[in-house]
Structures are given as structure tokens and as C-alpha cells.
């Protein structure tokens, strides 16, 4: 992909190459593969963002796991609340298991924050979170991210995943938007 992006009426500009961001992943990923030697932990994906993250990481992934899915619905007005509403498509039972959930960005953290409450009334053993992008002078809780790729500025960035306005998912890169 070229060095910039037109997705609909914003202007991006390539941020970070596959070739970085898949080196890093691996090392992630055998941080991973180390600190879950002796466990069988349950990956939960948060769709839509997360599912390219999620793939490139899941494969380098060498200790048994399951996967599952999960799309979160929160009340979000004007004001995020980050209440999480609802957890749709957790069809594992998640008491007494290492749960790893995956995130695509993590922003305020309000989305997050609430999705993990709601997590560990389900008596998981032990809850990590690994997420490819924080962007921490916008981070507002506490939790703490425990497998990060990139710590990023506050811009607005799309690709490897992450849309504007539905488009811009489909690239290996990830661009951010251009501020002229
Ligand atoms: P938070 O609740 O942490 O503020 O928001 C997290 C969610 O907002 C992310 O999962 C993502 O869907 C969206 N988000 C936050 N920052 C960005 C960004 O720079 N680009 C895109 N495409 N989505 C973002
Ligand atoms: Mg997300």
C-alpha cells in the first residue's frame, strides 16, 4: 500500500509498516507462549477492530487455547459511559480459566473497563489484557494492559483492522490521519 490513504473524506498517512508491526507480535507472542507454559488460557477476541491483531497473534500462539468472540454493545452518547450493555457470542464457560482478551485499541479504557467487570463475574482464575495499540495520555482507568505492541499519540489512526466509518480495515499497515 502507498504512503497515503483517501478513505472517504479524511486524508491518512502511513504510521506504522507490517513489516514492525509483525515483529513485534512476535515477541508478544512468545511472552505469551512463556507465561501460559503451564495453562490452557481462552483468547476472547473483541470484535470488529481486534480481528486482524487477533489473527496475526493467535497463529504464533504454541500452547493449547481456545478462541472465542465477542462483540460488545455500550451505551455510548455524547459522553462514554463505557457501560458495557451487552456481551454477545460468549458461548465458553470462563469460571476457573486464564482468560486473554484481545483489543484492537485501547482508548479511554471505558469500553474495556467495563467489559472486564462483567468478565470477572464470571469467575475466571485470572483476566490479561493484550491489546495492538494504547493510546495512554488518553487512558482515564486503571486496569492494567499487560501484553501492548504500540503506544501511540492521541490521532485518530485507521488499517490493520481499525475503520473509519466502516472503511479501512483491509490493510497490513497502519496509517493515522493526516493533520496538515
Ligand atoms: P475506549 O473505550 O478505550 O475509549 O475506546 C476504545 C474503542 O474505540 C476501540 O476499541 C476502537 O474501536 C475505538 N477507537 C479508539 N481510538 C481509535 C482510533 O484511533 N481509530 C479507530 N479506528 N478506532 C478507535
Ligand atoms: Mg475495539
Redesign the pocket.
Known sequence: MSNTWFIKDKLFTKYLGSDEIQTIIRTLASRINHDMQDKVPVFIV?L???FIFASDLIKKITVDCEVAFVRLS?Y?GTE?T?EVKEIMGLDIPLKGRTVIVI????????????FLQKLWLMEPADVKVAAC?M?PD????RFPVDYLCFR?P?????GYG???DGF?RNSSDLY??HTP
Open positions: 473483541v470488529n477492530g481486534a455500550s455510548k462514554s463505557g483489543e484492537d485499541i485501547i482508548d479511554t479504557g471505558l469500553t474495556l473497563d467495563g495499540l493510546k488518553a487512558f482515564k482507568m501511540i492521541n490521532d485518530f489512526v485507521v481499525l475503520d473509519y479501512g493515522k490521519i
